[in-house]
């Protein structure tokens, strides 16, 4: 069964969104296992993951296929730590080969989020299998 990892913090407005959506995703692809993941805890993982997350500054979903699409931001202490950081280093220690992101920018409507969301998961089996 495909694994899609769920980023997000639901406490946040602008980090809520992909838990947002997650009912209605399970609702339509029960064969995809969708598992929520805190990027600051230690996660089993396979050579080739799929995330949900938000990302800052795109302005609509967006596949992103490496971890070098993304800028690098000054880190200064523990709770600099996100998710990025994690999978850099998960990558960096050979534990996964291949990062698929679908990338939600933070202020997009929720159901339009999901019916974009949804129709990738359709038209992209290939990486969500």
């Known amino acids: 069964m495909q694994k899609i990892f769920i980023f997000g913090n ?7 969104l992909p838990l947002r959506i997650l009912p209605k995703l399970e609702e339509l692809f029960p064969h995809i296992s969708f598992e929520i993941k805190d990027p600051n805890e230690e996660w089993e993982v396979e050579e080739n993951i799929v995330v949900i997350d938000t990302v800052v500054g795109i302005q609509d979903i967006t596949i992103f296929d490496n971890l070098e699409s993304f800028s690098k931001i000054p880190r ?7 998710a990025l950081t994690n ?3 998960l990558k960096k220690l050979g534990k996964i080969k291949n990062v698929v992101i ?7 409507d929720e159901k339009i989020t999901l019916s974009k969301v949804s129709n990738l ?4 089996s290939a990486i969500f299998r």
């Open 102 to 108: 679908v990338g939600i920018p933070p202020k997009m």
């Open 87 to 89: 999978l850099r280093y």
């Open 121 to 124: 998961i359709k038209e992209n």
């Open 10 to 16: 639901i406490d946040l407005p602008n980090d809520s």
């Open 76 to 82: 200064v202490g523990m709770h600099d730590f996100d």
